[in-house]
């Protein structure tokens, strides 16, 4: 199964970022996984959050953020990977000039009811 970015439409999760869903079991042939791009604009950040059963891969694609996971916090750029795993509360703020894009790949596939808002 193919899909095409240009017609993909962006939506909001529960955490506050900005999403396009580029596949997803509910609408794609794949089985197991999801795989979206968040964006979150200069100055913002998603809310303080976990995810009861997906594993969560984060690849940041461009811009500069400080990622909360657990009790650590540390900085993120362009080209670094991210693990998170169920149950372990996150967030991330762009601290960056440009728009912070962030690659998500999540196992089993993103469910909105598998979002726990933890602030």
């Known amino acids: 199964m193919k899909t095409s970015y240009k017609q993909i439409s962006a939506f909001i999760t529960r955490d506050g970022s900005l999403i396009r869903e580029l596949m997803h079991p509910d609408t794609h042939n794949n089985r197991n996984q999801s795989l979206a791009e968040a964006t979150i604009e200069q100055g913002q950040q998603t809310q303080l959050h976990c995810h009861i059963m997906s594993e969560e891969l984060y690849f940041i694609l461009g811009g500069t953020g400080l990622m909360t996971l657990g009790e650590q916090q540390f900085m993120v750029v362009e080209g670094d990977t991210i693990c998170i795993n169920p149950g372990v509360a996150h967030k991330i703020h762009n601290t960056g000039e440009d728009t912070l894009r962030i690659l998500c790949c ?6 909105h009811h598998d979002t726990e808002i933890l602030e």
């Open 106 to 111: 999540c196992s089993p596939a993103y469910q």
